[in-house]
């Protein structure tokens, strides 16, 4: 996933291709971006509610639904994975759905 080769997983979790969006969001409530939501969900950052992000696309895996973002850490681009219920989508359109609401279980 991201910039990682698929080689680096062989045997170990299965990943599919990711489709981008490149739509901006918001951060809904306080939440962690991480590089890995399949083993060991460790933090990169944490993001604060109205914290504006990149939504690229969402990935589900058997730990729930993840929207993988595009934001800075430490003043640098980065890419990563928030819960997807933290996200809500910037629509021109008034009437348009949140991501939230699109991908709630």
């Known amino acids: 996933m991201g910039y ?3 080689t ?12 981008y969006d490149f739509e901006p969001a ?3 409530k306080r939440c ?8 060991s969900f460790t933090g990169l950052k ?19 639904r993840w929207a993988y973002v595009e934001t800075y850490v430490d003043g640098k681009p980065a890419r ?3 819960d997807a219920s933290c996200i809500d989508m910037l629509y021109m359109e008034q009437d348009e ?3 939230a609401s699109l ?3």
């Open 4 to 6: 990682t080769p698929s």
């Open 8 to 19: 680096a997983y062989k045997d170990r979790i299965s990943a599919a291709r990711l489709q």
């Open 26 to 28: 918001n951060i809904t």
């Open 32 to 39: 962690s971006l991480t590089l890995d939501p399949c083993v």
């Open 46 to 64: 944490t993001l604060e509610k109205g914290d504006r992000v990149t939504f690229l696309t969402v990935y589900e895996n058997i730990h729930g």
């Open 80 to 82: 990563g994975f928030v």
């Open 97 to 99: 759905p949140s991501f």
């Open 103 to 105: 991908y709630e279980k």
